[in-house]
């Protein structure tokens, strides 16, 4: 099976920070990495989709990139309402997560 | 509005079984595979299983393998997760998410709102 390896677990960061959460494959996936949001008390939610496609009515400042087997999600000005944990997902493997906190 | 509500959570003892429901609506059911995937408090999220769009091919995690079972009536737009032998390790908000694929990549585009199962005599 694919091993999925996040980091960091948790980020602590300011109000307009541009913010970046990594997730390592194991072997070579090519594009097919996905990443979540996910506030306290609600299911996920869809953010990027193949590396680096938004997810319709998500917002511009979420992004991501990356290819093989490193991958990058960068929030490029972080708002009060990106407080979540983040996940990146190949298939049925997520990764262990990135809870974001505001400092 | 794509929609997934799932139900059939509560409290269960180590051993016992439960019956989790999702029920879809917005989309059409059967032309998607489905999927659970749980979060034990406090936990991340693990995949649990699947279901192909005509229930005909299923998928299970190791850890449930022999214990729960997936189906899926398209008649009634319903997934389903029957589960057994229930551990305390079982214990965990289960959600059910619809499988799609755009470009290559497989994702769970819509999630329930998730059902939470407790294990505990």
């Known amino acids: 099976d694919i091993q999925m390896t996040q980091s960091p677990s948790s980020l602590s960061a300011s109000v307009g920070d541009r913010v970046t959460i990594t997730c390592q494959a194991s072997q070579d996936i090519s594009n097919y990495l996905n990443w979540y949001q996910q506030k306290p008390g609600k299911a996920p939610k869809l953010l990027i989709y193949?590396?680096?496609n938004l997810e319709t009515g998500v917002p511009s400042r979420f992004s991501g990139s990356g290819s093989g087997t490193d991958f990058t999600f960068t929030i490029s000005s972080l708002q009060p309402e990106d407080i979540a944990t983040y996940y990146c997902?190949?298939?049925?493997?997520f990764g262990q997560g990135t809870k974001l906190e505001i400092k | 509005e794509v929609q997934l509500v799932e139900s059939g959570g509560g409290l269960v003892q180590p051993g016992g079984s439960l019956r989790l429901s999702c029920a879809a609506s917005?989309?059409?059911?059967?032309?998607?595979?489905m999927h659970w995937v749980r979060q034990a408090p406090g936990k991340g999220l693990e995949y649990v299983s699947a279901i192909s769009s005509n229930g005909g091919s299923t998928y299970y995690a190791n850890s449930v393998k022999g214990r729960f079972t997936i189906s899926r009536d398209n008649s009634k737009n319903t997934l389903y997760l029957q589960m057994g032998s229930l551990r305390a390790e079982d214990m965990a908000v289960y959600y059910c998410a619809r499988g799609s694929f755009n470009r290559g990549a497989y994702y769970f585009d819509y999630w329930g709102q998730g059902t939470l199962v407790t294990v505990s005599s």
């Open positions: 193949d590396a680096s």
């Open positions: 997902q190949q298939f049925r493997t």
């Open positions: 917005g989309f059409t059911f059967s032309s998607y595979a």
